[in-house]
């Protein structure tokens, strides 16, 4: 079964500083898809970044940006020019390429605190 | 226009009780799930149906009944509640096929048994 660690359980950053959240995961699989959301105080699961095994490029959203090391089974979350909004809980999470009826595996969370 | 849309946002009942959890989504989606966040806010999934058929039903008590009348609408049923069933559950939908696919959240339920 495919384990997801995030092994930061809270961060903090200044605001418009930038800051990296870390994953890891673990899978025998070579087709797969990893997720970043973000759960404001509001609780709404907002996804902020998506990345594809299949692909070597490390997806970028604006101010968010991924380090994806396949290698490694490493996918961490950059967040640049942190804003006060940024502050919430973000979620790693994996998703089989097979069939797994797009089943997402989480991550612990970390919880990020934006200072002003 | 909410999406995936929950009720109730807010549950409190007491022990021993049965209550529902509605959850529609207007996306035209065929695959709904439902997932548990307990209190240390570890998300897990529970249920999952495609265009009305279970297909994922991971290890989760037996009082817990999903339906799904619809392929846009997926419901919780639970009975006999326990103090441990206290969490917030969230529906969430996705597009079936290959690719990214990414889930639509509801906005969660949170559910506090006393």
């Known amino acids: 079964a495919q384990t997801v660690t995030q092994s930061q359980p809270e961060m903090s950053v200044q605001e418009a500083e930038t800051v990296t959240l870390s994953c890891t995961y673990d899978?025998?699989?070579?087709?797969?898809?990893l997720f970043w959301y973000k759960q404001p105080p509001s609780r709404q699961m907002i996804l902020v970044i998506r990345?594809?095994?299949?692909?070597?490029q490390n997806a970028t959203e604006n101010r968010f940006s991924v380090n994806f090391q396949k290698a490694a089974k490493s996918f961490s979350l950059k967040i640049s020019d942190s804003q006060l909004g940024d502050a919430a809980m973000y979620f790693c999470?994996?998703?089989?390429?097979?069939?797994?009826?797009?089943?997402?595996?989480f991550g612990q969370g970390t919880i990020l605190t934006v200072h002003p | 226009d909410t999406a995936v849309s929950q009720t109730p946002k807010y549950l409190v009942t007491q022990m021993g009780n049965d209550k529902s959890i509605k959850c529609e989504q207007n996306?035209?989606?065929?695959?709904m799930y439902w997932y548990k966040q307990d209190s240390k806010k570890f998300l897990k999934i529970m249920f999952s149906?495609?265009?009305?058929?279970?297909?994922i039903n991971e290890t989760v008590p037996n009082r817990f009944s999903p339906k799904s009348p619809d392929k846009a609408h997926l419901n919780l049923h639970i009975n006999s509640l326990e103090l441990g069933d206290s969490a917030v559950y969230f529906c969430?939908?996705?597009?079936?096929?290959?690719?990214?696919?990414?889930?639509?959240f509801g906005e969660g339920s949170r559910l506090t048994v006393l």
């Open positions: 969430a939908s996705r597009r079936r096929g290959p690719g990214t696919g990414e889930l639509f």
């Open positions: 899978t025998s699989e070579s087709d797969y898809y």
């Open positions: 990345q594809e095994a299949y692909k070597q």
């Open positions: 999470a994996y998703r089989s390429g097979g069939t797994s009826y797009g089943k997402l595996t």
């Open positions: 996306l035209g989606h065929d695959t």
């Open positions: 149906y495609n265009n009305k058929e279970l297909i």
